[in-house]
């Protein structure tokens, strides 16, 4: 018989106790965090949807790995496997390992950015637009105008304008563009995924113009997976085959290893252009370390090069979106405004229409946020206004499109009855929607500044 129920394809061998903090202690731990999520201890949570970045449950596969480890400076043999895996899955020729995504990203970001260069791409994730803004130069951002209605259902809205695209290259000059970058999936974008079709306009229009095409592979598989049952032609091939296809249209890519390589660190730059990887490996040895390790021990590089394999494997892959979008769906029902589709690593709520009472500079998702938190101990991450919020020249806020709240989903983690906790916890906040709050910003850095920031409620 054909199963409606997906169950988690893997059996639970090793346990971590969670902490049952009641709403009263979870009153005080927020206030001590400065109603901050990412300023909480993680045992004052009993959910964690902060990330799904290097939260991954290994593989007893990948944990026999961390014992093979092999921890020579040079010429290791753990390297050889990770370097073969990246290979294999990129097709390009040059591999620099990093501890993580943003450590490849400083690399290629820092070598191709500067004052006057401009990069393009659906859009920047957060580090990577402070790495490319950090080098002097602008990132712009132009997915799709569907990507901008978190209502609107369309199979691929993470893709590039295309039309923008042509026209910001010619506005701007080929020779001034640093890269155009493809982010799959379009994390910040609501973990929307990007077409092969779109892949493959953009990838003209690079190599048209001259212009380099760098993938920003985090979430590759879980791209693929939306290939594959979304787009004619894809049916028959599997998973990897797509991912493979994907990266042959492109010049290059970064990827932060803790997303879909289902490791709790890594990172790596891949490349095609022999002068380019030289300058690269250059940085590489000042900031990292050795070309055979960069910022990694010989156990993580093991562990990765198993992880970048097991990511693609069909049930494996079919339980990661058809969970995440249970989540989703579930929630849609009820009544909760979540950007359609369901994205592939996490549910992305719309506050601004959920509080539809508090404005944009009182940041409704972090309204959201410390609520999801006060009510069932859920920690969550605002991605809209305190992200990507900027300033004018009077110190107004000029908003970010969306204001979303994300739940992002750690991999092989939580089980269904994790999730139905999560559903309930949103019935409580429906029926308390009135009452919510906003906050204002009483402290905060230059960059990055929704890690660090301080708040109050209003
Ligand atoms: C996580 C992430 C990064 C940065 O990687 P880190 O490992 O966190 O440094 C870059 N791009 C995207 C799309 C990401 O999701």
């Not at 073969?84 to 990203?105: D, S």
């Not at 940085?283 to 021990?297: D, M, R």
């Not at 000029?398 to 139905?420: D, G």
């Amino acid at each position: 018989m054909k199963h409606k129920v997906i169950i988690e394809p893997f059996k639970i061998k090793s346990v971590e106790p969670i902490f049952m903090s009641t709403e009263t202690q979870r009153k005080a731990f927020l206030e001590k965090a400065n109603f901050n999520t990412f300023l909480l201890k993680s045992d004052q949570v009993i959910i964690d949807f902060l990330t799904d970045s290097g939260t991954s449950a290994m593989s007893a596969e990948q944990w026999a790995g961390v014992m093979r480890g092999d921890e020579s400076y040079a010429g290791s043999k753990s390297w050889e496997r990770m370097e073969n895996a990246v290979k294999h899955l990129t097709g390009m020729e040059y591999v620099l390992p990093t501890h993580q995504g943003r450590a490849a990203e400083r690399i290629i970001y820092g070598y191709l950015g500067g004052k006057g260069k401009t990069f393009i791409s659906n859009t920047h994730f957060d580090t990577t637009r402070a790495n490319i803004e950090f080098s002097g130069a602008e990132a712009i951002d132009i997915a799709i105008d569907e990507s901008n209605d978190s209502a609107l259902i369309h199979p691929f809205k993470g893709n590039i304008n295309t039309t923008r695209l042509e026209s910001l290259i010619n506005e701007k000059g080929a020779k001034n563009i640093g890269a155009v970058i493809l982010t799959v999936t379009n994390n910040s974008g609501g973990g929307q995924p990007v077409s092969m079709q779109n892949t493959k306009e953009v990838s003209a229009i690079c190599k048209k113009y001259g212009v380099m095409l760098l993938l920003d592979c985090c979430r590759v598989a879980e791209n693929a997976y939306f290939i594959k049952h979304r787009e004619a032609g894809y049916e028959n091939k599997t998973y990897e085959e797509i991912a493979q296809e994907m990266f042959s249209l492109t010049d290059g890519a970064a990827m932060s290893s803790k997303k879909d390589a289902l490791v709790n660190m890594g990172g790596f730059l891949a490349l095609r252009d022999k002068e380019i990887a030289e300058a690269c490996t250059n940085l590489l040895i000042i900031t990292e370390g050795f070309t055979t390790y960069g910022g990694l021990s010989g156990r993580d590089m093991e562990a990765l090069a198993i992880g970048l394999k097991e990511v693609f494997e069909p049930a494996y892959l079919e339980y990661r979106i058809k969970s995440t979008a249970y989540l989703g769906e579930h929630l849609h029902k009820m009544g909760v405004p979540v950007m359609l589709p369901i994205g592939g690593h996490a549910v992305y709520v719309d506050a601004k229409k959920l509080y539809s009472h508090i404005p944009v500079d009182q940041y409704p998702g972090q309204a959201l946020a410390c609520e999801l938190y006060l009510k069932g101990g859920i920690r969550t991450v605002e991605i809209g206004s305190v992200m990507f919020g900027k300033y004018d020249e009077n110190g107004k806020l000029i908003p970010a499109p969306m204001e979303l709240v994300r739940l992002a989903i750690p991999r092989r983690v939580y089980t269904q009855s994790h999730i139905e906790y999560v559903i309930e916890t949103f019935e409580e906040v429906l029926k308390t929607k009135n009452e919510a709050k906003g906050y204002k910003i009483t402290k905060e850095p230059q960059f990055l500044r929704h890690f660090t920031s301080h708040f109050k409620p209003l």
